[in-house]
């Protein structure tokens, strides 16, 4: 496993603020730091790490950072940037700064955190696809194990249609979720490695559980941290869209959909630690009558959804969301494709306000192969109306385990 403690010193050892990562770095215009010298960028964010010397350019570089890997390659010392950058994020949180609001909201340490609010309103505690705790549940041995990620939990659908596809080549496949179990990159970029550590070693334990063959992220951000951290295991892994590619001719016949698609790549698929964005194309050339558009960024080049730059920074992360869909609504698409769970979560609450559909790869497969479970979140959106979501959310609400009133609240709020 990579030992961040030893990352840490390396990069307050070799860092020469050179600045060369900033100049690459997609976020920097959209925030309060676009017009200081990257290199001076970088040595306020030295100064932290050297003396412990807090500085409002220091922060916003930190925060800033969507780990969108675009800059990985750009280190002359070799170094990963957005890995020191979460790091810093740990210095800060020793120095006393609080963690930002927005990410302490993904940490699945937060009794009342978005996913679990966002799963509750969909579904029922007993109506989840997924085991949710194996030492309670103790799941039978299963081939092909589908782990959902902690995003792909607001999306109880897209998790159905992929667990589905899956099990047209392996029928006994079982899915692991649930809040509990997480790669522990949340607690990374909250600047929490030890709990990320911990986090890790305890989903690869819940996956041995099922004595796995192979398993299959729905999340590329959960393979490329598997990737990362290499550990031994007598399985092996691989994201979805790469595992489907494989077993394409098992997924049965494919009916014609019709329909111009822009892909929307993941920034840990396609800059990960094992860059490839071929597997998602394959797939949208597979379904018939699907035409594929790129958008102006796509493939290695491909602009982030903006998703962790607004947990933790707020408007520079929303800007640049909006400057990533109007380069796909430019394409005339009827569709924007995203395929990781994480950036698809990110958009959606856009969906009803934008001339373009957003639908996940997957459940465009899903639909192609005659695969349908419905996505109860849109339909929620798409109300605009906290009243009637609670209404019809009810008996949900009822069964969940968090704490009604703050449910309900939440629904009001996230739903006008
Ligand atoms: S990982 Fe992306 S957002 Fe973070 S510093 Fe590098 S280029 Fe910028
Ligand atoms: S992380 Fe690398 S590219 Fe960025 S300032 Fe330091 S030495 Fe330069
Ligand atoms: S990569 Fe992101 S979405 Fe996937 S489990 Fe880890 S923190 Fe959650």
């Known amino acids: 496993m990579l030992d961040f403690s030893e990352e840490r010193k390396r990069f307050g050892e070799s860092c020469t603020a050179c600045g060369l990562c900033v100049a690459v770095c997609p976020i920097i215009p959209e925030t309060d730091v676009r017009d200081i010298e990257p290199a001076a960028i970088m040595e306020s964010v030295m100064a932290l790490y050297h003396s412990g010397t807090m500085s409002p350019t220091a922060k916003t570089r930190i925060y800033s950072c969507m780990s969108c890997q675009t800059c990985k390659n750009e280190c002359p010392e070799g170094l990963d940037p957005g890995l020191g950058l979460s790091l810093a994020r ?36 007993e109506e ?33 249609t992929a667990l589905d596809l899956i099990r047209r080549v392996d029928p006994s496949a079982q899915a692991l979720g649930g809040i509990d179990y997480c790669c522990g990159d949340t607690n990374l970029r909250a600047g929490n490695p030890a709990a990320s550590a911990s986090h890790f070693l305890r989903l690869v334990e819940g996956l041995e559980s099922f004595s796995p063959k192979n398993v299959v992220f729905l999340c590329p951000t959960c393979n490329s941290f598997f990737d990362l951290h290499a550990p031994k295991t007598t399985w092996s892994w691989q994201f979805i869209t790469q595992f489907l590619v494989d077993h394409l001719e098992k997924l049965g016949p494919l009916k014609e959909l019709n329909a111009t698609i822009t892909i929307h790549d993941a920034c840990h698929l396609v800059r ?31 602009l982030c959804c903006g998703g962790s730059a607004m947990a933790a920074a707020g408007k520079p992360g929303t800007d640049f969301r909006a400057r990533r869909l109007k380069q796909a609504v430019d394409t005339g698409a009827q569709i924007m494709a995203p395929y990781c769970p994480g950036c698809q979560s990110v958009f959606t609450p856009e969906r009803p306000n934008l001339p373009i559909q957003i639908e996940s790869l997957i459940t465009l497969l899903g639909r192609s192969a005659g695969i349908c479970h419905e996505d109860k979140l849109f339909r929620f959106l798409s109300y605009r109306d906290g009243k009637r979501v609670l209404s019809e959310a009810e008996e949900c609400v009822q069964a969940s385990e968090l704490p009604k009133e703050k449910l309900m609240g939440f629904i009001t709020k996230y739903f006008r």
């Open 128 to 160: 989840r696809p997924w085991v949710t705790d194996v030492v309670r549940q103790k799941p039978s041995s299963s081939k092909t194990v589908l782990f959902t990620g902690c995003t792909g939990l607001m999306q109880p659908d897209l998790v159905s």
């Open 272 to 302: 990960g630690e094992k860059p490839e964005s071929e597997s998602p194309r394959t797939l949208a050339k597979a379904i018939p009558g699907i035409k594929v558009v790129e958008m102006e960024n796509c493939a290695e080049n491909a």
């Open 90 to 125: 740990a210095i800060l949180q020793e120095k006393g700064e609080p963690t930002p609001r927005g990410l302490s909201f993904l940490l699945p340490e937060t009794e009342f955190n978005l996913m679990k609010a966002i799963e509750a309103i969909q579904l029922k505690p």
